[in-house]
């Protein structure tokens, strides 16, 4: 019978400013941090194997019934994300009917994605999902990638089109973008209040460190991705970890989008954990 809350990471640099404080115990918490893509922490969470993770900003929609949100906490951005970016071999309104290869590490971007080709070029291309592998596989005439494999393909400069899709969003509807969220299952928080309650401060306190110690975060990562370290501390200054009232519009109205578009059967509420939750 385990003990520890088994906690999803994002494999990915973006969330070092939560997770580096833990990781090196400068917060303490006693987690077991368990990584992967946010589509394969999507799954885990939703079939137990995960007490709470970050998850993406879609799957929350999904499966809303079985999470509560943890509060202020997000990877969000308002205008350039950075690693969230689709290339493409031809001009964006150019696309209907030509295959496009999709990361399959994150359903919330392959789900913006179809949003923004659409409501900004009027494109409707042929959408695959794959792994992406070091750029464009032979007969793709588009690419969506996310994370540090974006930040890597981005600085080769080898496509002649790419969309940051956190600036489209922003220019198509005038609100951030929250990609991932912070969740818990429902049936943990009723087991163990008094853990969700630790993890919640916990997180709040690791984020505060992270966003205070950007500099030696930017150190650590620069190796994994190749880049300097003042190019990661722009990128990572351009992200928000926080779920404030702008946070939670453009969630909602990113909801509203995938409503219309028959991705969602209904509008999810927001439901968080209660700050005040009673020893157990």
Known sequence: MYLRLRLGRIRYINVLPIYYALEQAYVPNGFELIPGTPAELNASLHQGRLDASAISSVEYARHHRDYLLLPDLSISAEGDAGSVLFFSRVPFMRLSGLPVLLSAASATAAALVKIILYEHFGARPLYYQGVIHNGFPDGYYGLLAIGDEALRLKVTH?????????????????????????????????????????????????????????????????????????????YFRRLNFCLGPRQKEGLANFYRYLHGFGVLSELPPLEFVQPQISPG
């Open 158 to 234: 080898r496509y002649p089109y790419f969309l940051d899709l956190g600036r489209a969003w922003y220019e198509l509807t005038g609100l951030p973008f929250v990609f991932g969220l912070w969740a818990v299952r429902r049936d943990f928080c009723r087991r163990r209040p008094a853990a969700v309650r630790y993890l919640c401060q916990t997180l709040i306190q690791a984020r505060n460190w992270g966003l205070a110690g950007l500099e030696e975060i930017c150190r650590h990562a620069a190796a994994s991705v190749n880049l300097p370290s003042p190019e990661l501390y722009h």
